[in-house]
């Protein structure tokens, strides 16, 4: 069974303090590696997709990497408005379904 | 504007009346699926769809059923709601090629309360 674990659970940062979420899987065969922000009251908005051990990728202050066990999300220099749920969620070769951690929720104080 | 639209946003209901979410989009896509999102549990999938009149499980179908004649709709249904289904609903739609690897693009959730 896929599982998708993130942590840590709440991170409160100052803008300008960088950090790092971890998001560690058990997929076999791993297909995908999503990353998405959630706003409080919205639906997910995609950010990353990885798809091999060694991928990065990288928008504003998020970078994303992936590894073969685990992916982390780096935030550098945060500001407020980077506040928010990120979610990590990952597919495998044998189905269509997406597995989803249940986040970190991320605060950035002024 | 491209997007997913769901209703209603909010519902309250009482067990065992019947009742649907409403899922569209505009963007043609052709895989449409269903999660819900508990505290603590995260997102998970009910069901999916990759095309018109192709529907199949995800990993928490039990209790809901769906349906797809429409390329551009994909509502859910609850035939007979009970309590245990009270969370926040989200429909999703990805177009075709690599269906679930790529973006989903989401609604913006039905928070559905059953008594």
């Known amino acids: 069974e896929d599982q998708v674990t993130q942590s840590p659970e709440a991170l409160r940062l100052q803008e300008g303090e960088s950090s790092s979420l971890n998001c560690s899987y058990t997929?076999?065969?791993?297909?995908?590696l999503f990353w998405y922000r959630q706003d409080p009251g919205k639906g997910p908005e995609f950010l990353f997709t990885?798809?091999?051990a060694g991928e990065e990728k990288e928008k504003e202050r998020l970078k994303a990497t992936l590894t073969k066990k685990e992916s982390f999300l780096h935030i550098t220099a945060p500001k407020p408005e980077d506040s928010a749920t990120y979610l990590c969620?990952?597919?495998?070769?044998?189905?269509?379904?997406?597995?989803f951690g249940s986040g970190t929720r991320l605060q950035v104080q002024p | 504007e491209a997007q997913v639209t769901q209703n209603p946003r909010y519902l309250i209901t009482v067990t065992g009346k019947k009742l649907t979410v409403t899922c569209s989009q505009n963007?043609?896509?052709?895989?449409m699926s269903w999660y819900r999102q508990d505290p603590g549990l995260g997102l998970r999938q009910i069901y999916y769809?990759?095309?018109?009149?192709?529907?199949d499980k995800g990993d928490v179908p039990e209790g809901y059923k769906v349906s797809r004649k429409e390329k551009r709709n994909f509502p859910l249904i609850l035939e007979s709601p009970s309590p245990n289904q009270t969370s926040l609903y989200f429909c999703?739609?990805?177009?075709?090629?690599?269906?679930?690897?790529?973006?989903?693009?989401f609604g913006p959730g039905t928070r559905l309360t059953v008594l």
């Open positions: 969620a990952a597919t495998d070769t044998g189905r269509r379904a997406l597995t």
């Open positions: 999703a739609s990805t177009p075709a090629g690599r269906s679930s690897y790529n973006e989903q693009f």
């Open positions: 997929v076999s065969g791993l297909r995908g």
């Open positions: 990885l798809y091999s």
């Open positions: 769809s990759m095309n018109v009149e192709v529907t």
């Open positions: 963007m043609n896509h052709e895989y």
